[in-house]
């Protein structure tokens, strides 16, 4: 199992960025395709964006496209959200996932049943 730790959310205002960090341990997250979701109390988790294992296929919602982007460094086993003018709509838990499920390198999952590893979760507020 790959060990996932979140970092880098906070409170921020509308039209900020921000830079998440998801730093991996116990395994090469070059192992993995990534993703990160978010989720606010009472709703369901929600895709944000994934990236393939190998780093040449991405995703992203709708609601984040344009703004968000994902990026990984396999070399610092890390995955990196680069958040921008952020919205308080975007205000949530952002979660990093990892999965190992897919033999193709250029999948990428967008929907939460393929990920096996989960890390804590880091919060996110943009005030208006």
């Known amino acids: 199992q790959v060990q996932l730790v979140e970092s880098g959310g906070g409170l921020v205002q509308a039209g900020d960025s921000l830079r998440l960090s998801c730093a991996a341990s116990?395994?090469?997250?070059?192992?993995?395709?990534m993703g990160w979701f978010r989720q606010v109390p009472g709703k369901a988790r929600e895709f944000v964006a994934g990236?393939?294992?190998?780093?040449?296929?991405?995703e992203a919602a709708d609601s984040v496209k344009g703004r968000f982007t994902i990026s990984r460094d396999n070399a610092k086993n890390t995955v990196y959200l680069q958040m921008n003018s952020l919205k308080p709509e975007d205000t949530a838990g952002y979660y990093c996932a990892a999965s190992d499920i897919y033999l193709n390198p250029e999948r990428v999952a967008t929907t939460p049943n393929p990920y096996n590893n989960w890390g804590q979760g880091t919060q996110v507020t943009v005030s208006s």
């Open positions: 990236i393939s294992r190998s780093g040449g296929s991405t």
């Open positions: 116990g395994r090469t997250v070059s192992r993995y395709a």
